[in-house]
Each structure stands twice: as structure tokens, then as C-alpha cells.
């Protein structure tokens, strides 16, 4: 038995659960929640047959660039990891030590912006998806090395225009949210290229 009284069994039904729930969990904080070592937590991946986070996340991410068709794969700023297009979606942005400003090696807050807004357009099922607006909230500064989770979900639609809500989290604390308002400028634009 574990520290906090779970026997092995029921260890492998709380790693599932909790890896269902949330597929970025690493294995120090699945070791964390669930009383355990590294280690133990690393034999009970390898029992249930798991990958380790960095595999989910790659896994989850080769569906998610498929159905990309507002933006390219290239113009994402972070990790796409899953994108259900008209709904929701979710990155992943790693702070380098480039994506910092020199003097107080603090994230720069464009790279937030980037990261929130680029996925707030790729969720939208359009050739043209531009942003007309957008409200935001830095809520803490982010350093170098954190992880940067951005979930975007289309909470309205009215008829090209789209309201999209950001929020972006480092592990459970929320650092940084966003109303975007996007626009839906395919037919607009197709006019435009095919008049004389």
C-alpha cells in the first residue's frame, strides 16, 4: 500500500481517471496526488501501458493539426495539442529564454497574446478568420521553462462573427485570459478577389 492507503489496484484506477481527466499531468505530479514515488508512478504507466506526457501530448497533437484550416500549422504559436474546429481547443507554449525579456527574464506578453489569439482563430471552419477585438487580462507574470496551457472555446456565433474565450494556465494557476472576437471574412474576400 501507498502513503495515503490505496492499494495498487486502486492506484491504477485513480492514474487512469486522473490522466483522463487531465492528459498533461507528469509523473512528479501524478506522484504528488497520488501519495506515491516517481518511480512507482513510472511502473504503473508501464503496467497499464501509458506513455509518458511528452508521448499523450504528441499523440493528441497528430489529430489536432489535421483539422486546421483558418491558419497554418506554422502560424500556431505554442503546441497544438487538440482541436475540435467550431468548438474548442487547447496548446501548450514552453518558455524559452528568447521568448524572455532580457532585463527581468520575465515572458514577454506578446507571446501570451500570440499564443491565445492563434488558437481562438483555428478553432473557427473558414478559409479567412481574422480578429476584430479583443479583451484581455494578464494575470502573473511567466518564466522561463513553464508551461503555458492555452484553452480556447467558442462561446458564440452570430452569423460571421465568433466570441472565443481564452484561458491560459501554468500547472492550476490561471495567468492569463481573453474575449476574442473573430470574423469569418471568406465570402467577403471572394467577392473582393473574383470582382473586376
Known sequence: ??????????RHVLLTRYLAGNPFLTDEDLAQVLGVSIQ???????????????????????????????????????????????RE???????????????????????????ANSLAVSLIDADVVLTGTAKTSFKRP???NEKVVARALITRK????YMVRVSSHVRDELVFQGKF???DLSEEVNRLENSP
Open 181 to 183: 472576437l473573430v470574423f
Open 40 to 86: 512507482t508512478i513510472r511502473l504503473d504507466r508501464a503496467e497499464l501501458d501509458i506513455p509518458e506526457m511528452r508521448e499523450r501530448v504528441k499523440k493528441m497533437a497528430r489529430g489536432a493539426y489535421r483539422n486546421l484550416r483558418s491558419i497554418e500549422s506554422t502560424e500556431i504559436v505554442g503546441e497544438l495539442v487538440t482541436l475540435e474546429v467550431g
Open 142 to 144: 511567466v518564466f522561463r
Open 89 to 115: 481547443g487547447l496548446s501548450i507554449l514552453t518558455v524559452t529564454e528568447e521568448m524572455t525579456l532580457r532585463k527581468t527574464k520575465v515572458l514577454d506578453g506578446r507571446y501570451l497574446f500570440a499564443q
Open 1 to 10: 500500500m501507498s502513503k495515503n492507503g490505496c492499494v495498487k489496484s486502486e
Open 158 to 161: 452570430k452569423g460571421n462573427k
